[in-house]
């Protein structure tokens, strides 16, 4: 009797471990669009269409290549609208005495296939997911007995691991293990940022376009243009394009926003990589290659090759080792609604204004957007952790919970109490008008701190740190702030709680969508 082999619509690499060892005139393989996945939270039309085409194409080269694949799609008339009812569904029309699957993703998945045993009446084979260069059990190892964990010490364990950028006496090339100081430059409007990868839909793509329009078209997000990569090929294809167009300055301009310029150097990989179709480690040699042939600087190169094996992986184990807990962390006990604006993009505040179109466009920011942008605001604001997330994990190509809740609960909102990371990423407006233009075109004045044209940000960043005075004013690294802010008189101060109370009055009076 054969085996049943689950692929998620998150795994699609020949090379995962769910494939290994498949008897090609026996096993099944079954993958599933399913209801509950396209609606556990609203995902952008993009992202679902992206998914689809992706899971169809791969369906289709498994076959090409003698795999026996059942695969439903969400419009099948029988489609149960589940993982569970679809596994069941499968092992009706074709016996199998065990259930093969690499390990979900997702927490919520993980429990349901936990309970697959007792329900399928069958050994379910939950195995490593090897997309990732870090296990699970190696992370829990790594972080025992530590009173913090930071990713810098982590990153460096994995540079030596996968012997990258090294010397052969193990230590870094060029010396320094970290080149982030040379990767802030401010923007400048001249810069010649390439055109970004684009693909042209082909006849599935353009099925499931039409698919995801008829069902899915009160969700958030423009469907068309649609320009993913969604096979491995054309992810191949990006990823070259990326190491030779715009690696090179990936590093200096890794924190600038520039209007109307979503794309800037960043690689817009992570669609590829969180869904399978590339895989982190030949990102990494890729790009380290591009350096040891001189395309590209060693600031680049270690900055994006930092954020592959260190943030990535660092932030997954993050998610494995504190699940379900960390999902409900909440270390300023805020309650604040997610603003209506997050949606539609109406605010007279440029740089959201900005972040929140590009996002429905593309399905889409670079991380500044994410962090600097999107991110403060909520943090300053007192957005509770479960609206946050929600929105994160619904409007980007790229989100799935084990990525996205690390980066919103602690990099964030640092809801987490300094787990994640070692202070709050909060900034006034002077950090967006030093790495933007957004302020040139907005109606507030940046450098007005106070009064009704002040930029908001300005005060909020005060009232922020007055609001959580007792929970952060003991981090060496935010104590000087509260020394700035002692310093100032009692008139500033009065301002600065008056602006940010009509302010956040306001915004908690606008209707939500
Ligand atoms: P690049 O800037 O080119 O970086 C290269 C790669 O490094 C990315 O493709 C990604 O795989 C990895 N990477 C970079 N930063 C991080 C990080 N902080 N955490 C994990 N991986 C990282 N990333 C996601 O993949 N999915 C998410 O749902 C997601 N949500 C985020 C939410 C917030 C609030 C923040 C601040 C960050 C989030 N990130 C998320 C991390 C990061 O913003 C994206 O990975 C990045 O913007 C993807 O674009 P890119 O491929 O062009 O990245
Ligand atoms: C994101 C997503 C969507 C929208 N739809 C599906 C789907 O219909 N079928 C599927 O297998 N996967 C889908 N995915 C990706 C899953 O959400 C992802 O595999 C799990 O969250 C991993 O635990
Ligand atoms: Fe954003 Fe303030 Fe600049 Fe306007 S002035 S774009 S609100 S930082």
Redesign the pocket.
């Known amino acids: 009797m054969g085996k049943l082999r689950?692929?998620?619509?998150?795994?699609l690499n020949e090379q995962i471990s769910s494939l290994q060892g498949t008897d090609k005139t026996q096993d099944v393989i079954l993958?599933?669009?399913?209801?509950?996945?396209?609606?556990?939270v609203r995902?952008h039309q993009k992202?679902?269409a992206f998914?689809?085409s992706a899971?169809r194409h791969f369906a289709q080269s498994l076959k090409a290549q003698g795999y026996e694949v059942w695969y439903t799609r969400?419009n099948d008339p029988q489609n149960s609208g589940s993982?569970t009812g679809e596994v069941v569904r499968c092992l009706q029309q074709h016996a199998c005495d065990a259930v093969i699957l690499t390990q979900?993703?997702?927490?919520?998945?993980?429990e349901m296939v936990r309970s697959w045993p007792e329900q399928l009446n069958l050994p379910v084979d939950v195995r490593e997911d090897n997309r990732f260069l870090c296990p699970v059990e190696d992370f829990r190892q790594w972080a025992k007995g530590r009173q913090q964990l930071r990713m810098e010490y982590f990153y460096r364990d994995m540079r030596r691991r996968y012997r990258i950028l090294l010397e052969d006496d193990e230590k870094p090339v060029g010396g320094k293990w970290n080149y982030d100081t040379e990767n802030r430059k401010p923007v400048t409007t001249s810069l010649d940022i390439p055109p970004h990868f684009s693909s042209a839909p082909d006849e599935i793509t353009r099925q499931v376009i039409a698919l995801v329009s008829a069902r899915f078209s009160d969700h958030f997000g423009d469907i068309e243009p649609f320009y993913f990569a969604v096979t491995r090929q054309q992810a191949l294809v990006a990823l070259t394009s990326f190491i030779d167009n715009r690696l090179r300055y990936f590093g200096d301009y890794q924190d600038a926003m520039l209007e109307g310029e979503p794309w800037m150097f960043h690689s817009h990989l992570s669609f590829y990589l969180n869904?399978g179709l590339l895989l982190p480690l030949e990102c990494v040699r890729a790009a380290e290659a591009a350096w040891r042939e001189g395309k590209a600087p060693l600031n680049a190169v270690e900055g994006f090759i930092r954020q592959l094996i260190g943030w990535r992986e660092f932030v997954r184990g993050i998610y494995w080792l504190n699940m379900p807990d960390y999902a409900s962390r909440n270390y300023f006990g805020v309650k604040g609604k997610l603003p209506a604006f997050y949606w539609s993009g109406e605010t007279e505040m440029n740089c959201l204004r900005q972040c929140v179109l590009e996002t429905r466009k593309h399905a889409y920011a670079h991380h500044i957007q994410r962090l600097m942008v999107l991110g403060n605001f909520a943090l300053l604001t007192g957005v509770n952790p479960d609206a946050l997330n929600q929105w994160f994990l619904s409007v980007y190509a790229d989100?799935?919970?084990?990525v996205e809740l690390p980066n919103v609960t602690g990099m964030v909102l640092f809801a987490d109490g300094g787990y994640l990371a070692s202070k709050p990423y909060a900034a006034g407006g002077s950090y967006i008008h030093k790495m933007s233009d957004y302020c040139r075109k907005c109606r507030y004045k940046v450098t007005q701190k106070n009064g009704a044209d002040a930029c908001p940000f300005n005060y909020l960043y005060w009232d922020f740190l007055i609001r959580n005075r007792e929970k952060l004013s003991l981090n060496p690294r935010v104590a000087m702030m509260y020394k700035t802010y002692d310093r100032m008189n009692e008139e500033k101060h009065r301002a600065i709680r008056q602006d940010s109370q009509t302010f956040l009055t306001q915004l908690s009076e606008e209707e939500p969508q």
């Open positions: 689950v692929i998620l619509g998150d795994q993958m599933c669009e399913v209801q509950e996945e396209a609606t556990y995902h992202k679902i998914i689809f899971m969400l993982f979900p993703g997702e927490y919520r998945v993980a869904c989100a799935y919970e084990w």
